[in-house]
């Protein structure tokens, strides 16, 4: 089974910085990536999907890439309606939640 | 509008049997590939079961196969899950997802219902 590993685990930003987080997968998934985002209570939400395609409705300043095995969520600007956890999922072979990122403000 | 409606959900004991229910609207329900997706308390997300437009192919993890059967009526424009031999790490919140296929095997799920809460305690 593939294994993916999302880190950090918590990330503390200010708004306004650019944010990075990180979605490693324990073989290639060919780009068979995608990105969701859960706000407290509230059901999963599609936000990149095949890497780096952002889903209809999703801000710009949310962006997707990566290839082979390390993938990248980024935040251009962060806002405070961004806090959240954020998974990457995978679909290459199998399927697979990564355990999330939850990202505060600072 | 797409609507996802998750019930059936509940407090049960281990070894017993629950089954959900997902009422869909606004889209043509028979188009689609379903899913549900769980969520342990506090705890990250895990797929748990996919199935075909018609039904005819379904899948599983590991974790549950051979106990939890996933189903469709496409009349009713519904999604199931029959959950037997329950155990209490199927504590969680179950999400019903549409899977939206895009591209010859591409996917993501696009839309998700509201969760329905399964207890396994005695």
């Known amino acids: 089974d593939i294994q993916m590993t999302q880190s950090p685990s918590v990330l503390s930003a200010s708004v306004g910085d650019r944010v990075t987080l990180s979605c490693k997968a324990s073989?290639?998934?060919?780009?068979?990536l995608d990105w969701y985002q859960q706000k407290l209570g509230e059901a999963p939400k599609l936000l990149i999907y095949?890497?780096?395609n952002l889903q209809t409705g999703i801000p710009s300043r949310f962006s997707g890439s990566g290839s082979g095995t390390d993938y990248t969520l980024t935040i251009s600007s962060l806002q405070p309606e961004d806090v959240a956890t954020y998974y990457c999922?995978?679909?290459?072979?199998?399927?697979?939640f990564g355990a999330g990122t939850k990202l505060e403000l600072k | 509008e797409v609507q996802l409606v998750e019930s059936g959900g509940g407090l049960v004991q281990p070894g017993r049997s629950l089954k959900l229910s997902c009422a869909a609207s606004?889209?043509?329900?028979?188009?689609?590939?379903m899913a549900w997706v769980r969520q342990a308390p506090k705890k990250g997300l895990e797929w748990v079961a996919t199935?075909?437009?018609?039904?005819?192919?379904?899948y599983y993890p590991d974790s549950v196969k051979g106990r939890f059967t996933i189903s469709r009526d496409n009349a009713k424009s519904s999604l199931y899950l029959q959950m037997n031999s329950l155990k209490s790490e199927d504590t969680a919140t179950y999400y019903c997802?549409?899977?939206?296929?895009?591209?010859?095997?591409?996917?993501?799920?696009?839309?998700w219902g509201q969760g329905v809460m399964v207890t396994v305690s005695s």
């Open positions: 999922y995978q679909y290459n072979s199998g399927n697979t």
């Open positions: 095949f890497t780096n």
């Open positions: 199935i075909s437009t018609s039904g005819s192919r379904t």
């Open positions: 606004g889209f043509t329900f028979s188009n689609y590939y």
């Open positions: 073989q290639n998934i060919n780009k068979n």
């Open positions: 997802a549409r899977r939206r296929d895009y591209y010859s095997g591409l996917y993501y799920f696009d839309y």
